[in-house]
């Protein structure tokens, strides 16, 4: 697909990274899969892939986490 930001990007499948912070709570997830643009690196996930990694984000933040990277993986 083409990247809503830049001009001239086309999507591929691939893997990035992704910062969510939240009042003290920062979780970083490394090996996302999505649609990465080749031009500007712009990201794009799926709902599943968000549902996922916001549920586990908030989970963290529930339990007071302030920093926590880790790998995504498919099962939560």
Do not use: N, W
Request: aromatic share 8%; glycine share 10%; proline share 4%.
């Amino acid at each position: 697909m083409k990247c809503v930001f830049c001009p001239t990007g086309q999507t591929r499948p691939g893997v990035s990274s992704v910062t969510l912070e939240r009042a003290g709570t920062t979780m970083v997830f490394k090996g996302v899969p999505g649609e990465v643009c080749d031009t500007c690196g712009e990201a794009y996930y799926t709902e599943d892939v968000t549902d996922l990694i916001l549920k586990q984000a908030e989970r963290a933040y529930q339990e007071g986490i302030a920093v926590e990277v880790r790998s995504y993986q498919k099962a939560a």
